[in-house]
């Protein structure tokens, strides 16, 4: 259907459409007016990404000179796959109603992994491997050198690309990472390098968060890209997590001593090339007297994206005498791994800021702030101009230079923690330095400049304020959309108790508890007999499922349970637990019904939907906390209280609420879905944590599901389950939850719309 | 009674039925019991017609064995003889164990197919009832060609559904304490074939070990001792015959983990994008995986987790039919493939589409397109419109005729030009008029009666069946080409036309009765 969004034309490629979905789309396009940031937080299977592709798409197609490119980031390469499936729907729509061929190009970009093509290095196991495999393979000088010496190998689909590729631009379409490999097969030309050249002109491109917010990929891949972007962020309820990861660094003993290796490798390397080719050398060495210059104008001329782990006032300077020539900055990379490994020679527990570290290592052995800021900029350099091969190789003594510049960068937002052992194997040394960012908003902060729209969307995003402060920056929308239902298709119900009156609660006071276990069982158990098809439930953590499970065991629960349904069970081993989801799938799919036990947090709880029958129920074991333990989350809870006023509990409940929210979420993904939610903590019932679930949850938290016994809960769910088997049927939902065009236009559905967007 | 040829298995004396002493006769197809005294068997049943034997408690004074059968009726056997009445109800009892299996298989399954054909099928029904109850051929040849037919499509799906194995078989195992230190646990022989079915390993080590090493006895309550069937314990000794089982166990695991997912959608490997490289992220300090620094009871934890994993997969795999043991075979077949399996990633983008497609499809937002119909695909058009036709003494036109002539006229029409000098009068135009309205003298025809409303309903009827018996005859005459048997050659020329004959005979009485009935 066409749409009428406030003036603007908006092919919807379906015959009927959400309310939300409408007004979804009207706060979009107020936040592109604006150009300025959004928060939107909207249910998942509401159709959030069609709406957005939809709105986007039209807002170019009508305006090509205010928005020239969408960047839309995803999580996971099964979303991104997704995405793209869908604008192909849309295009197809597009041209089908305009009857004009499409000139819009838009493309999936993902890791060599996944697009590789060269069937020697395509076959490696790992994205590491195929990374390190594939550079070895096109590196530039590599290339030079196989001008000497043609035997050398080569990636024929690279040769082809960098010969052939550029000259055409891709032609106008849609491509997924099955269509880039396709199109590269054919014509012989490397996808990846072909998918990364052409994001440059691209109408829109999907990829993941991290080829924005981790400065290493960022500063590779995109900072080239228009500055008239519209970026989305999918899924972005972690998003301040994933900036952290983004930013942090660890180091261990290992690390030190391959770097160690690494610099030793250097200095022979560095010999020889100076016996040889001692002109490179020196050819370095003006480059860097000369000074960043390119990077600077570049920069100054909005050409490129500045990275957080390069500021700004580095690059007006030349890199110092100290570290210019490439013996003295090996000589000073070697002071440097000397101190870190005195430091990690250690028995108590060290907790530092950015300037005492720098102020100690400055006094034990006299390392100024100013070389170490240009360390990683500096073995860069050398790196190139030693013509190392495998730079997978070298990544400890990157990762140290990295630390080194961030480390003297940033006096604020980080924190240096310096751990002799686990805190759970005392008698092991195992000394670990955590430089750990404890800022979001230090990674996204690029993005939110550089851009002139970002927009922030997620099921759970409740409370919506949280992220505009630990982000850091000011949206012009913040909204929070409701799931229109014309049947309660969700049914989230809080046990509190077992029918023996004890309290059920994953509090660490209590979690051991005989009876809490026990009820925690049976209210599994009783479940297992009333609800068909697929449950899943969540555990707080890891060791907390392994000990419940084993108890269960011990106590016969689970051999009952197994009369009802196969049990499977999320194990730390990724391939394992893949395992397990498939069958688990394959035995709800033939009828026998099963049970995933799983973890909050966890990559199925984060990746993994479970549609329809897949999930009719999700069990949430406990509230899931973060480990509160560990001094690093203590530092980054302190910095944000200082910071940005947030209290430390206020944080961690909204931490845990947002994952408890994402877990139960994963059950209902549509309007014809339906699933019960069963949150087994009496501390979910109190205002505190209710609030912050997301509100299309809350709204159908009533007082009367709070704090059941695991009888009534029982009660409670059959008679929900039998009223939900009943058929539905479209003309149920039609003009309460689902709209055709001229329901759309009536005035007082307007006027209801108006009401499903939520202000925050 | 007793054939001669009947062979005895076992004869039991002094057992008593209804408070009569006799004697219990095992035979090789029957069990029966006779009075003392007495040369004729006053109880007889088929193995075949018994449903199950049961046998009364261990510490009960009567020594009984009760015969139940089909028909729900049953027959108690007591054993008297006070010295052996223990050992031979025993050794009656594992007679009819072995015996009773062989017979249940057997039992009537033929015959049950072949009522549960007649039973669905009412053509068939009136066939065989035209054929062979009018003993126009015989029962044996009428079903010879059905029932190969039958097998064949039914084979796979319908010969015999496989029951799964339910999930908590172990836990119907629970022991029970004898009072005494001990623990007994009762085994049956379902649970025995679901710990085969589900275990290959355990059934290997079965055939490996029991009868030469050990009773079947020691074999399970070794099993039962075993860490293997204790989930919890980890390894114990290297002379436990089980720990290879779990290592065997372990590696099937290992081969089906290896082999990965179908299903990209639940792929927890290929989820994430770019990882972060060693040494950055907040938590990285991610449990060290080696098992140095877990305590035993970790360990023994994570085992339990694996081993709940692997039975409800291999559950799930006995239940689904496959052999159970097919995750070692398949891991050879595909791992050879698996080396370039980048390139067999030609196969893996459909399954990919198909699943991305299904996740992105919001049903409720399309518009739905009516109920899918199954598109009539006509061979004859003509005969499809027309219907049998009663044969008239004219000419026959065929469609094509009539649609040339429609253009004919349609072309005369487009072309036509009045000619107002030559009009009719206006009655003679009214009379035409008249004689081309439905019911006019030109338009009879149309109105003539269909022929299937012209015969009532039973002579339809019988003439269906005349012509059906008539088609299986035919169907079986030409099912005897190529004669290449002696048996097909003698079937031709003997009783086919013997067959032929008869139904043309009955046919022709039919007809004539027909006849009579009309005069």
Redesign the interface.
């Known amino acids: 259907m066409k749409l009428n969004i406030e003036g603007l034309l908006v092919y919807f490629p ?5 309310p939300e979905q409408y007004s979804y789309m009207l706060e979009l396009k107020r936040t592109l007016d604006a150009k300025g940031h959004g928060v939107l937080e909207m249910p998942s299977g509401t ?1 959030k ?2 709406s957005l592709l939809s709105l986007i798409v039209a807002y170019q197609r009508e305006y090509p000179l205010e928005v020239t490119k969408l960047i839309y980031c995803s ?4 979303e ?3 995405v793209v ?2 604008l192909r ?1 849309l295009m197809e729509f597009y041209s089908k109603e305009t009857g004009e061929k499409n000139n819009i190009l838009a493309l999936a970009l ?2 060599r ?2 697009l590789c ?1 060269h ?1 020697e290095v ?2 490696l196991r790992f ?2 491997e195929v990374d390190g495999k594939c550079h070895s393979l096109t590196a530039s000088y590599i290339r030079a050198q196989r001008h000497s010496n043609p035997s050398l190998p080569s990636c024929r689909f690279y040769e082809e690309f960098d010969a052939m590729g550029k000259q055409v631009p891709l032609p106008a379409g849609v491509y997924n990472l ?1 269509d880039l490999k396709e199109f590269g097969r054919r014509k012989g030309w490397c996808p990846y390098y072909l998918a990364r050249y052409s994001i440059l002109h691209a109408n829109i491109i999907v ?2 968060y ?2 924005l917010l ?1 400065p ?2 960022a500063d590779l891949v995109s900072k080239e890209l228009s500055k008239k972007s519209v970026v989305v962020f999918d899924e972005a309820h972690n998003i301040d ?1 994933v900036c ?3 930013m ?5 003993r290992r ?1 030190l001593d391959r770097s160690q290796a690494n610099v030793e490798t250097l200095q022979n390397t560095i010999l020889k090339i100076k016996e040889t080719d001692a002109a490179k050398l020196k050819e370095e060495y003006r480059r860097l007297v000369e000074g960043l210059k390119e990077a600077n104008v570049a920069r100054e001329t909005d050409i490129y994206m500045s990275n957080p782990v390069l500021p700004d006032e580095i690059l007006q300077e030349a890199v110092p005498g100290s570290i210019r020539t490439a013996e003295h900055f090996v000589g000073f990379m070697k002071r440097f791994l000397e101190y870190l490994k005195a430091r990690l020679r250690i028995h108590h527990v060290v907790q530092e800021s950015a300037p005492q570290f720098l102020k100690d290592i400055f006094e034990k052995v006299c390392i100024d702030r100013k070389p170490l800021r240009f360390c990683a900029e500096r073995l860069r350099s050398l790196l190139r101009t030693l013509e190392i091969a495998d730079i997978a190789d070298f ?2 003594i990157t ?1 140290i230079s990295n630390f080194a510049t961030l480390v003297s960068t940033y006096s604020k937002g980080f924190t240096i923690i310096i751990e002799p052992f ?1 805190d ?2 005392p008698t ?1 040394a195992n000394p ?1 330095l ?1 430089f ?2 404890m800022d979001p908003s230090i990674a996204i902060k690029p993005v939110f400049e550089r851009f002139q729209s970002v927009i922030i969307t997620s099921g759970t995003l409740s409370p919506l304020d949280i992220y505009p402060r630990i982000l850091d920056f000011r949206p012009v929308t913040v909204a929070s959309f409701t799931m229109t239902l014309a049947r309660t298709c969700l049914c989230p119900l809080v046990v509190g108790r077992g029918n023996d009156q004890v309290a059920m609660t994953s509090k660490f006071e209590t979690r051991e508890d005989f009876a809490v276990i026990r009820n925690y069982g049976n209210l599994l158990l009783e479940m297992s007999a009333i609800v068909p098809d697929g449950i899943v439930a969540f555990f707080t953590s890891y ?1 907390y499922m ?2 419940i ?2 108890s269960w ?2 106590q ?1 629960i ?3 349970v ?2 009802n ?5 999320e ?13 688990y ?3 709800c799919e ?1 009828g ?1 019904g ?1 049970i995933l036990l799983s973890v909050a947090r966890g ?2 709880s984060e ?3 479970f ?1 329809h029958h897949f999930g009719r129920a999700v069990i949430m074991f406990g509230v899931p906390y973060v480990y509160t333990q560990s001094r ?1 989350l203590k530092a980054r809870l302190e910095y944000l209280r200082d910071q940005f006023q947030i209290r430390e509990n206020d944080f961690l409940t909204f931490d845990a609420m947002r994952h408890a929210a994402q877990c139960v979420g994963r059950a209902i993904r ?3 879905d339906y699933g019960l939610m069963i949150f087994a903590d009496k501390r979910y019932a109190r205002a505190d944590k209710r609030g912050k679930l997301p509100r299309w949850i809350q709204e159908h938290l009533t007082d009367g599901s709070l704090n059941l016994t695991i009888d009534e809960t029982v009660q409670l769910s059959k008679h929900f389950l039998r009223q939900m088997a009943q058929p539905f049927r ?1 003309e149920d ?1 039609l003009g309460l939850s ?1 709209l055709t065009l001229e329901q759309l236009q009536s005035e007082d559905m307007l006027q209801k719309i108006a009401q499903i967007a939520h202000q925050a | 009674m007793a054939a001669l040829s009947e062979e005895v298995l076992l004869v039991v004396k002094r057992v008593r039925q209804r408070k009569q002493d006799g004697t219990l006769y095992l035979m090789a197809e029957r069990i029966a019991w006779g009075p003392e005294g007495k040369d004729r068997f006053t109880v007889s049943h088929l193995y075949a017609d018994i449903r199950c034997q049961k046998i009364s408690p261990d510490g009960k004074a009567k020594i009984q064995l009760q015969l139940v059968l089909h028909t729900g009726e049953s027959t108690n056997l007591h054993f008297s003889n006070e010295s052996t009445a223990l050992k031979d109800r025993d050794a009656a009892k594992d007679l009819l164990q072995q015996l009773l299996p062989k017979f249940k298989k057997r039992a009537n399954k033929e015959l049950e197919e072949k009522n549960r054909m007649l039973q669905e099928d009412p053509v068939l029904f009136q066939l065989y009832k035209d054929l062979v109850v009018c003993q126009v051929i015989s029962a044996e040849e009428f079903w010879a060609n059905r029932l190969s037919i039958n097998n064949v499509d039914h084979s796979l799906s319908n010969n015999k559904q496989e029951v799964g194995i339910s999930a908590a078989f172990l836990a119907d195992i629970r022991p029970q304490t004898d009072g005494c230190n001990g623990l007994r646990y009762n085994l049956t022989s379902d649970i025995i074939e679901s710990i085969f079915r589900t275990y290959p390993a355990v059934k290997q080590k079965y055939g490996e070990n029991v009868p030469h090493n050990m009773t079947e006895k020691e074999f399970w309550t070794r099993f039962f001792q075993s860490h293997y069937f204790h989930r919890d314990r980890i390894n114990t000794g290297l002379q436990d015959i089980f720990s290879e089982c779990a290592k065997q166990d372990e590696k099937g695991l290992k081969s089906m983990v290896f082999q990965g997912v179908k299903n990209p959608m639940v792929d927890l490997l290929s989820l994430e994008d770019k990882s972060l490289d060693e040494g950055y992220g907040s938590n990285s300090t991610a449990p060290s995986t080696s098992n140095t620094n877990k305590t035993v009871k970790e360990n023994s934890n994570s085992a339990i987790i694996k081993r709940f994993n692997h039975h409800s997969t291999m559950v799930l795999a006995a239940g689904s039919g496959k052999k159970a043991d097919a995750p070692n075979g398949q891991a050879c077949e595909t791992s050879s493939t698996d080396g370039n399996s980048r390139d067999s990633d030609f196969f893996q983008p459909p399954i990919k589409k198909v699943k991305i497609q299904d996740v992105i499809e919001y049903e409720d937002l399309h518009r739905e397109n009516g109920k899918k119909t199954v598109a009539l695909n006509l061979k004859k058009s003509d005969r499809y419109s027309h219907g049998p036709v009663p044969l008239l003494p004219q000419q026959y036109t065929t469609s094509q005729d009539i649609v040339n002539s429609v253009n004919c006229i349609k072309q005369e029409i487009a072309s036509y030009k009045p000619c107002l000098t030559q009009v009719m009068s206006s009655s003679t135009a009214s009379c035409a008029i008249a004689a081309l309205s439905p019911g006019g003298v030109l338009m009879q025809a149309l109105a003539q009666q269909a022929i299937n409303q012209m015969v009532p309903n039973d002579v339809q009827g019988e003439l269906k069946h005349l012509y059906t018996a008539a088609g299986e005859l035919l169907r079986h005459f030409w099912s005897c080409f190529p004669v290449n048997t002696l048996f097909l050659e003698e079937k031709l020329t003997g009783h086919l036309e013997d067959m032929f004959q008869m139904a043309y005979n009955k046919f022709h009485a039919w007809q004539t009765r027909r006849m009579m009935r009309k005069t």
């Open positions: 379906y015959d009927y459409i959400y159709g990404t069609i999580r996971t390469v099964p991104i796959e997704k499936e869908e729907k993902s890791s992994k996944n093509v069937p395509s076959s994205g590491k099955d990829y993941s991290h080829y981790d290493k990929i997590n952290i990861d983004s942090s660094v660890n180091i261990t690390t990544s400890a990762l686990e759970r194997t092991i670990v955590h750990s960012c060791t392994e000990n499970v084993a065991y011990e016969g689970l051999e009952n197994q009369r349904k196969l049990i499977f069970i194990t730390p081993d990724a391939a394992e637990t893949s395992m397990a989801l498939e069958k799938q394959e035995a033939n026998r099963a990559k199925v990746g993994i939907d549609v690093i549509g309007k014809t479209q939902q689902l």
